[in-house]
């Protein structure tokens, strides 16, 4: 590819664009109205374009204004450069809406209440124009919506990636048994092992949701434990914490999900004996389908840990 400057002649396409319009409409007054210029301006670009060219395009006389034979021969060299310049400002456009459009996120509880926020204001910060719809569920949901397409981008904290999805961790998770101060297992010396966990009913979120699925999983993986039934089983995170400080019975949920509860005391946090309750949480679309404007610039805002 060249990177030699254009001669001053094909600098401005202007004067080409109403040369051709005068081809087609037959005077420079009509063709100075089709591109919203005075007459004068579109006859004063038209000697300009004649001065760098080097020889008259036009023949002015009383019945309106024609091409010269020179003119005629421009015009024809310059209209596959004025469409391949139509094509040239079509495909900006189409950059800068891919890049200002909308983003549709689909979010697990955990990650649209505690990571989320701050991605968006980096987003926001990069870019005003964009527009967010978000909509928060369980991991499940978040699969669904984004391989039926109603979700540019999902973020889950299942253990399990869906198939169909493409997937990339975005941060780590610990989740955290809690208690209220007056439950037993707050003021005992040992802490609970797995099994124990395993066999007590819980205040638990619904099935879907990527926090019942990684403790399922944990516990399963670590000796082929299978949980109770739920003590009680409700959609949303706030309400189990409530449960659980009114003393209903222990949860587990996301450590991000219950910090201020355990700086003020409401909550207990028990280590659970030989049990790993790490988890990934993951950004998902759809496989084969790269990730392109806001929500590309959204994954990789979340990569960075903004």
């Known amino acids: 590819m060249s990177s030699r400057p254009l001669p001053r002649s094909v600098r ?7 040369l051709l319009s005068v081809a087609e409409l037959g005077s420079i007054g009509q063709a100075a109205r089709s591109h919203d210029m005075s007459q004068p301006a579109a006859s004063a670009r038209l000697r300009q374009l004649e001065a ?14 024609r091409l ?6 421009v015009a024809s060299w310059a209209q596959a450069t004025i469409e391949a310049a139509s094509d040239l400002a079509a495909g900006i456009a189409a ?4 890049r200002h459009g909308h983003v549709r996120i689909a979010a697990s509880l955990t990650v649209a209440e ?3 926020p701050r991605w968006l204001i ?14 928060s569920g369980n991991s499940a949901e978040v699969a669904t919506n984004v391989l039926a397409g109603t979700a540019d981008i999902g973020f889950v904290e299942s253990p399990e990636v869906a198939s169909g999805l493409s997937a990339r961790e975005v941060a780590r998770d610990e989740l955290a048994l809690v208690v209220a101060p007056s439950h037993p297992w707050a003021n005992r010396r040992r802490e609970p092992r797995a099994e124990e966990l395993a066999a007590t009913s819980l205040v638990s979120r619904e099935r879907g949701s990527g926090t019942r699925w990684a403790l399922e999983r944990a ?29 209903i019975g222990p949860a587990v949920l996301s450590a991000r999900a ?15 004996a030989e049990l790993d309750l790490t988890r990934s949480l993951r950004a998902v679309w759809p496989e084969g389908t790269p990730l392109r404007g806001p929500a590309r610039d959204l994954l990789a805002i979340a990569l960075r840990g903004e």
Do not use: N
Not at 95 to 98: I, T
């Open 219 to 247: 516990l399963r993986e670590h000796a082929g434990l299978e949980t109770a039934e739920p003590l009680l089983e409700v959609s949303s995170t706030t309400a189990i914490k409530a449960a659980v400080t009114g003393g």
């Open 114 to 116: 505690y990571l989320l």
């Open 52 to 65: 760098d060219v080097g020889t008259a395009l036009l023949e002015r006389g009383a019945r309106g204004t």
């Open 95 to 98: 950059l800068r809406a891919d």
């Open 12 to 18: 401005d396409l202007t004067g080409y664009e109403l």
């Open 68 to 73: 010269s034979t020179a003119g005629e021969l």
């Open 122 to 135: 980096a987003l926001r910060s990069a870019d005003p124009e964009t527009v967010v719809a978000l909509d």
């Open 258 to 272: 219950v910090s201020t509860e355990l700086t003020a005391g409401t909550l207990v946090r028990l280590e659970v």
